[in-house]
Protein backbone atom coordinates (compact mmCIF):
# COMPACT_ATOMS: atom_id res chain seq x y z
CA UNK A 1 0.00 0.00 0.00
CA UNK A 2 2.76 2.45 -0.78
CA UNK A 3 0.96 3.75 -3.24
CA UNK A 4 -2.31 4.32 -1.77
CA UNK A 5 -2.79 7.78 -1.40
CA UNK A 6 -1.32 8.35 -5.04
CA UNK A 7 -3.63 6.11 -6.50
CA UNK A 8 -6.57 7.43 -4.50
CA UNK A 9 -5.27 10.75 -6.23
CA UNK A 10 -5.03 9.07 -9.48
CA UNK A 11 -8.19 8.32 -9.71
CA UNK A 12 -10.14 11.05 -8.28
CA UNK A 13 -7.84 13.23 -11.42
CA UNK A 14 -9.13 10.91 -14.32
CA UNK A 15 -12.57 10.43 -12.92
CA UNK A 16 -12.45 14.48 -13.18
CA UNK A 17 -10.99 14.38 -16.82
CA UNK A 18 -13.97 11.51 -17.63
CA UNK A 19 -16.35 13.99 -16.40
CA UNK A 20 -15.15 17.01 -18.46
CA UNK A 21 -15.02 14.91 -21.45
CA UNK A 22 -18.03 13.90 -21.42
CA UNK A 23 -19.72 16.73 -20.22
CA UNK A 24 -17.93 18.45 -23.49
CA UNK A 25 -19.00 15.72 -25.74
CA UNK A 26 -22.76 16.42 -24.50
CA UNK A 27 -24.10 13.09 -25.76
CA UNK A 28 -28.01 12.87 -24.44
CA UNK A 29 -29.41 9.44 -25.34
CA UNK A 30 -32.82 10.41 -25.00
CA UNK A 31 -32.15 13.26 -27.55
CA UNK A 32 -30.21 10.86 -29.63
CA UNK A 33 -33.31 8.50 -29.29
CA UNK A 34 -35.74 11.37 -30.23
CA UNK A 35 -34.02 12.44 -32.88
CA UNK A 36 -34.04 9.21 -34.72
CA UNK A 37 -37.47 8.83 -34.70
CA UNK A 38 -37.64 10.65 -38.02
CA UNK A 39 -41.33 8.83 -39.20
CA UNK A 40 -45.01 10.06 -37.93
CA UNK A 41 -48.26 8.07 -37.77
CA UNK A 42 -50.67 10.02 -39.64
CA UNK A 43 -53.96 8.51 -38.32
CA UNK A 44 -52.62 7.44 -34.12
CA UNK A 45 -49.01 9.83 -34.03
CA UNK A 46 -47.13 7.23 -33.43
CA UNK A 47 -43.18 7.95 -34.00
CA UNK A 48 -41.07 5.36 -35.42
CA UNK A 49 -37.28 5.18 -37.07
CA UNK A 50 -37.24 3.81 -40.47
CA UNK A 51 -40.21 3.27 -43.10
CA UNK A 52 -39.96 -0.37 -42.85
CA UNK A 53 -41.23 -0.52 -39.25
CA UNK A 54 -43.93 2.53 -40.30
CA UNK A 55 -45.39 0.29 -42.61
CA UNK A 56 -45.24 -2.97 -40.53
CA UNK A 57 -47.27 -0.50 -38.12
CA UNK A 58 -49.46 1.20 -40.31
CA UNK A 59 -50.36 -2.51 -42.01
CA UNK A 60 -51.11 -3.65 -38.62
CA UNK A 61 -52.65 -1.35 -36.36
CA UNK A 62 -54.28 0.77 -39.35
CA UNK A 63 -55.55 -1.86 -42.13
CA UNK A 64 -58.55 -0.07 -43.39
CA UNK A 65 -56.87 3.21 -43.81
CA UNK A 66 -55.22 3.92 -47.49
CA UNK A 67 -51.52 3.35 -47.22
CA UNK A 68 -49.75 6.28 -47.53
CA UNK A 69 -48.30 7.31 -50.76
CA UNK A 70 -44.45 7.39 -48.98
CA UNK A 71 -45.23 3.56 -48.09
CA UNK A 72 -46.11 2.39 -51.32
CA UNK A 73 -42.86 1.46 -52.41
CA UNK A 74 -41.62 0.23 -49.50
CA UNK A 75 -40.62 -2.95 -48.64
CA UNK A 76 -41.50 -4.82 -45.65
Known sequence: MARGHQKFQSQQKNAKKQAEIKKAKGHDQKAAAKAALVYTCAVCRTQMPDPKTFKQHFESKHPKCP?????????A
Open 67 to 75: LPPELADVE
